[in-house]
């Protein structure tokens, strides 16, 4: 399949200084094979007119856990342990496998509407998970979420054994799947040993949650005097590549761990500011060199997926929290929001910009909108003023996803039908 997307604004997001340019992108099959001038004699089997619209590299949302679509409003304002004890945990016990595949496919479809092309997800059921995203088209890191310790919970590393023998690689290459034990304050010392092992011997990255609650971090201060991240470090977590969730409460010690190990931080500001867990030093971060991946958490803690929200935010609250006006500028909370992701996932040899030869996953912006005129700065304008609204067409590994707002690789009525019942089923399935 040949696609020609023609007369069009192009941020490339490999070099700030480039701007943005204009002209055309061709695509043969799974691969952008040209940006500006076309190759002779390239023909299009499908031509996108991309005439006030930018194009540009599709958004990675680096941390989430889709399914939890089915449990958006359920339960807010609550700090987090109570949340998770009391609410979310009892809850997710009456889950069935179809919950969670239409859970996934919801999000999905927020996901494609709000311009992102890959996520990272740590959930159970996975195996629903990966066929979601088989069929929707999209990108994803998958990791089976475990809780265990010493002498129990040991089978979820054997299904992660498994999940990750039947699915990495899968789906036409799109799915990468990797290891999770949960948290520090969910798994036990010798469970995360486990963990890690396995992730050593399928050659996978870890997913874990650190340091997202004082209250977290406090715990592991007065019953192991040290900090999540230096127990981390200390069981060998960090041996292995690791994507570190959230890192709001760190102590000067854990940034430098962060750093010397190339662990990436997955942000998430709109998740740490409703459960008011605080605001990660992501300024900081940057500076000591530490790659930072944004992330939406999932859709009973934010209440969205909406990665354009979350661009929006890491820029407006680190400048607050700084009183810095020049923190996290425009152009940085791109790249953390593409790059910065692709890097994270260890997939940034094929997305996360938009080059020749990297996979075409990639989102037009409909620039005829009132809120986005002028234009003075295209960047300034992604970040400050556009809205996941504006995403008017999505590709993904080659393959057109949405084009002019209308999703086109599954039935999204349908979806949204059947996810509404399946969550109002499962609401009276566990309040009984």
């Known amino acids: 399949m040949r696609i020609l997307i023609r007369d069009t604004a192009i941020l490339r997001m490999v070099d700030q200084a480039e701007g943005v340019l204009y002209g055309d ?34 958004l990675i949302n680096a941390h989430t856990h889709m399914a939890m679509s089915l449990m958006r409003n359920y339960a807010d304002d609550l700090p987090l342990m109570t949340w998770l004890s009391e609410k979310i945990w009892p809850i997710e016990a009456g889950l069935t496998p179809d919950d969670v595949y239409l859970g996934t496919m ?5 996901m494609i509407r709000t311009g992102c092309t890959t996520f990272n997800d740590m ?3 996975m195996e629903e998970v990966a066929k979601a995203v088989e069929i929707s088209g999209v990108r994803a890191n998958l990791s089976r979420g475990m809780i265990g310790n010493d002498t129990e919970g040991l089978e979820k ?33 010798g469970f995360i040993k486990k963990a890690v092992e396995l992730s050593k011997d399928l050659n996978t990255q870890i997913h874990i949650h650190l340091s997202e609650s004082l209250f977290e971090v406090n715990e592991s201060l007065e019953k192991y005097g040290v900090t999540p991240i230096k127990k981390m470090e200390d069981l060998g977590v960090f041996d292995v590549k690791t994507g570190a969730a959230h890192c709001v409460h760190l102590q000067d010690e854990d940034f430098e761990i962060l750093k010397k190990h190339g662990v990436s931080v997955l942000y998430n500001p709109s998740s ?15 500076g000591m060199g530490i790659n ?20 929006h935010l890491c820029a407006l609250v680190n400048k607050g929290v700084e009183g810095d006006p020049t923190a996290i500028p425009a152009y940085k909370a791109l ?23 990297k996979k075409a996953d990639l989102i037009l912006i409909d620039l005829n909108k009132p809120h986005l005129i002028p234009q003075y700065d295209l960047v300034a304008m992604l970040v400050y003023s556009a809205a996941a609204s504006d995403v008017k067409t999505v590709l993904c590994n080659g393959k057109v996803l949405m084009q002019d707002y209308e999703i086109k690789s599954f039935d999204e009525k349908l979806i949204l039908a059947m996810a509404d019942e399946a969550a109002h089923n499962l609401v009276k399935r566990t309040q009984k």
């Not at 919801?106 to 927020?110: H, K, P, Q, T």
């Not at 740490?272 to 940057?286: D, Q, R, S, T, Y």
């Not at 260890?346 to 996360?352: A, C, N, R, T, W």
């Open 123 to 125: 959930y159970f059921e």
């Open 106 to 110: 919801l999000s999905i479809a927020e």
């Open 25 to 58: 992108i061709a695509i043969e099959d799974d691969k952008i094979v040209a940006i500006g001038k076309m190759p002779e004699g390239f023909k299009a089997d499908h031509v996108i007119d991309g005439k006030k619209q930018l194009a540009m590299p599709g």
């Open 157 to 189: 590393l054997e299904n992660s054994r498994a999940f990750h023998k039947a699915w990495n690689g899968k789906a036409d290459g799109r799915i990468v799947v990797d290891i999770a034990p949960h948290a520090p304050y969910t798994c036990s010392d």
């Open 292 to 311: 930072v991946a944004l992330g939406t958490d999932g859709s009973s803690s934010n209440n969205n997926i909406n990665m354009f929200e979350e661009m």
């Open 272 to 286: 740490n500011l409703k459960l008011g867990n605080g605001f990660a030093k992501v300024n900081k971060m940057i």
């Open 335 to 357: 790249e953390i929001a593409t790059m910065g992701g692709a890097k994270a996932l260890g997939i940034d040899s094929e997305v996360g910009t938009l080059e020749v030869g």
